[in-house]
């Protein structure tokens, strides 16, 4: 079938990307308990005091985790101003053995998780701890943190990695329960983690920044980070130690595995699309033939026996280039 020939408008525009929402829009949520695993997250303890023998503490170096002596001492003993972590909310993170590592499966999320919408509840003996995803606070930024899909600083580089729309790829956990350490945003028991977390805009309806360091000027604690999001993979990892040795008594050491009933994670997800608008115009009576064999077979070449005019139907459209190649 031979194709009508128009060219393509001017007004026509160029490529763009274009974000569709799973769910749409709506929050995703997953359990750990049932069948198939497909469908419900899962648990891995790793451990790097030994590994030779143990089982997953290579997931250590995989989340970018210090291992060795020297990386640990970079979150234990050197200040962020030298270079290191100690006086920061990532100090915590190299202080225990153990990790925990949740993976959502893949065909429950898109490109990327929204690093702002994340609630992950936990169990906790006989009850449950819920943590919650936001950023690191940044003073000087003219761009809203709502049309940011993960943390926008530079020093969590240290766990992800930036690329095209994604400032970092990953997210940071808080949690008010933990009420042993700074946990409440900044120290404040009249705050919540929890404050605008499942609004598509959250930081406009009160959702709260995190702080990276001490500033004794303005009276501000820093607040330590729980556990990290890994956004475009779909892994958490909790290195709280409290919440770690929790989730061993409800699976085991060295678990991998899904089972509990209390364990829920919610987040929302969207996948993106390069997109072309083209204009191609229709004059009147310009399309009222066909080269379709049916249509010849019904009323001749040329449609010479449609005397009584039906209508013909644009049913394919193609975009040719100035070789006329498809």
Same mark, same amino acid.
């Given at each position: 079938?031979?194709?009508?020939?128009?060219?393509?408008?001017?007004?026509?525009?160029?490529? !763009?990307?274009?974000?569709?929402?799973?769910?749409?829009?709506?929050?995703?949520?997953?359990?750990?308990?049932?069948?198939? !695993?497909?469908?419900?997250?899962?648990?891995?303890? $790793?451990?790097?005091?030994?590994?030779?023998?143990?089982?997953?503490?290579?997931?250590?170096?995989?989340?970018?985790?210090?291992?060795? #002596?020297?990386?640990?001492?970079?979150?234990?003993?050197?200040?962020?101003?030298?270079?290191?972590?100690?006086?920061? $909310?990532?100090?915590?993170?190299?202080?225990?053995?153990?990790?925990?590592?949740?993976?959502?499966?893949?065909?429950?999320?898109?490109?990327?998780?929204?690093?702002?919408?994340?609630?992950?509840?936990?169990?906790? *003996? *006989?009850?449950?701890?819920?943590?919650?995803?936001?950023?690191?606070?940044?003073?000087?930024?003219?761009?809203?943190?709502?049309?940011?899909?993960? #943390?926008?600083?530079? %020093?969590?580089?240290?766990?992800?990695?930036?690329?095209?729309?994604?400032?970092?790829?990953?997210?940071?956990?808080?949690?008010?329960?933990?009420?042993?350490?700074?946990?409440?945003?900044?120290? #404040?028991?009249?705050?919540?983690? $929890?404050?605008?977390?499942?609004?598509?805009?959250?930081?406009?309806?009160?959702?709260?920044?995190?702080?990276?360091?001490?500033?004794?000027?303005?009276?501000?604690?820093?607040?330590?980070?729980?556990?990290?999001?890994?956004?475009?993979?779909?892994?958490? =990892?909790?290195?709280?130690?409290?919440?770690?040795?929790?989730?061993?008594?409800?699976?085991?050491?060295?678990? =991998? !595995?899904?089972?509990?009933?209390?364990?829920?994670?919610?987040?929302?997800?969207?996948?993106?699309?390069?997109?072309?608008?083209?204009?191609?115009? *229709?004059?009147?009576?310009?399309?009222?033939?066909?080269?379709?064999?049916?249509?010849?077979?019904?009323? *001749?070449?040329?449609?010479?026996?449609?005397?009584?005019? %039906?209508?013909?139907?644009?049913?394919?459209?193609?975009?040719?280039?100035?070789?006329?190649?498809?």
């Amino acid at each position: 079938m031979l194709p009508f020939l128009k060219q393509v408008d001017q007004s026509s525009g160029g490529f !763009k990307k274009e974000r569709t929402w799973l769910n749409s829009g709506n929050l995703i949520t997953l359990t750990s308990s049932g069948s198939p !695993k497909s469908n419900h997250i899962s648990f891995t303890v $790793a451990d790097r005091s030994d590994l030779t023998s143990r089982q997953y503490g290579n997931l250590f170096s995989s989340f970018n985790y210090p291992i060795t #002596d020297a990386q640990k001492i970079l979150f234990t003993g050197t200040t962020f101003a030298n270079g290191g972590f100690s006086n920061t $909310a990532f100090s915590g993170a190299a202080n225990q053995n153990k990790i925990c590592v949740i993976d959502i499966p893949r065909n429950h999320y898109g490109e990327l998780i929204d690093g702002k919408s994340i609630k992950l509840t936990i169990p906790s *003996g *006989g009850t449950t701890i819920d943590l919650y995803s936001t950023y690191f606070n940044d003073p000087i930024s003219v761009i809203s943190p709502d049309d940011l899909f993960s #943390d926008p600083q530079p %020093q969590s580089h240290q766990f992800g990695q930036p690329s095209q729309d994604n400032p970092s790829n990953v997210a940071f956990l808080f949690s008010n329960a933990l009420s042993a350490r700074t946990s409440n945003p900044n120290s #404040d028991t009249t705050k919540s983690w $929890a404050t605008g977390w499942n609004n598509l805009r959250p930081f406009n309806k009160g959702k709260l920044l995190a702080n990276f360091t001490d500033d004794v000027s303005a009276g501000k604690k820093k607040d330590l980070i729980l556990g990290i999001c890994y956004l475009s993979s779909g892994f958490i =990892t909790i290195h709280d130690a409290t919440i770690v040795q929790e989730l061993e008594k409800q699976f085991g050491t060295n678990f =991998t !595995k899904s089972g509990s009933t209390s364990a829920e994670i919610k987040f929302k997800s969207f996948t993106s699309e390069f997109v072309q608008h083209v204009v191609c115009i *229709g004059d009147l009576d310009e399309f009222n033939t066909s080269t379709s064999k049916t249509f010849e077979d019904v009323y *001749g070449v040329g449609g010479i026996n449609n005397t009584s005019n %039906q209508p013909v139907y644009v049913t394919e459209l193609g975009l040719y280039n100035q070789r006329n190649e498809l």
